[in-house]
């Protein structure tokens, strides 16, 4: 994809679809002879006489674990609750790295206030991480009634 970007971008012709389809047609064609010109190389016999049984079971194994491999990628990529449930991930330690870079450079008042604040909450952290759908179904009701309440507001305020 770089080089189909690169040379489109380097020749100041636009990018257009007709464009990327000659630079993927030149690109593919020119793999093609390049994995023809390797596979000769790699020991097939140039008369066109047949491999020997191993090198085609090789030749039939190597391209059953690439062909695994490339589903395997797909899938991953397919994979939406996955890609979902990492990302949350980051963005849990990315928030709680940035809370604890405030707490730290807090003034002490406020850090003793937030101390307090984190030992009283405790408990319900911990509740909440025992029941998560129950905590997950009364987020998403808390965020409902803000939005409906600032959708009233607006209304009432444009009138």
Do not use: C, W
């Not at 690169?6 to 593919?28: C, E, W």
């Not at 797909?74 to 890609?83: F, G, I, M, N, R």
């Not at 030992?119 to 409906?148: Q, Y």
């Amino acid at each position: 994809m770089s080089d189909e970007t690169s040379t489109a971008g380097a020749a100041g012709a636009p990018q257009g679809d007709a464009t990327k389809r000659a630079d993927t047609s030149a690109d593919t064609s020119a793999d093609r002879a390049k994995d023809a010109a390797t596979a000769g190389a790699a020991g097939a016999p140039q008369d066109g006489a047949p491999k020997n049984p191993d090198e085609i079971k090789a030749d039939i194994e190597q391209t059953r674990a690439q062909l695994a491999e490339t589903a395997d990628a797909l899938a991953a990529k397919l994979d939406v609750k996955s890609q979902a449930g990492k990302k949350v991930h980051e963005v849990g330690e990315k928030a709680s790295a940035k809370y604890d870079s405030a707490k730290q450079s807090a003034p002490a008042p406020v850090q003793q206030a937030l101390g307090k604040v984190e030992h009283a909450g405790a408990p319900v952290v911990a509740k909440a991480a025992e029941d998560k759908k129950r905590t997950a179904l009364i987020v998403g009701g808390a965020v409902a009634v803000v939005f409906v309440a600032l959708r009233i507001k607006k209304r009432r305020s444009s009138s």
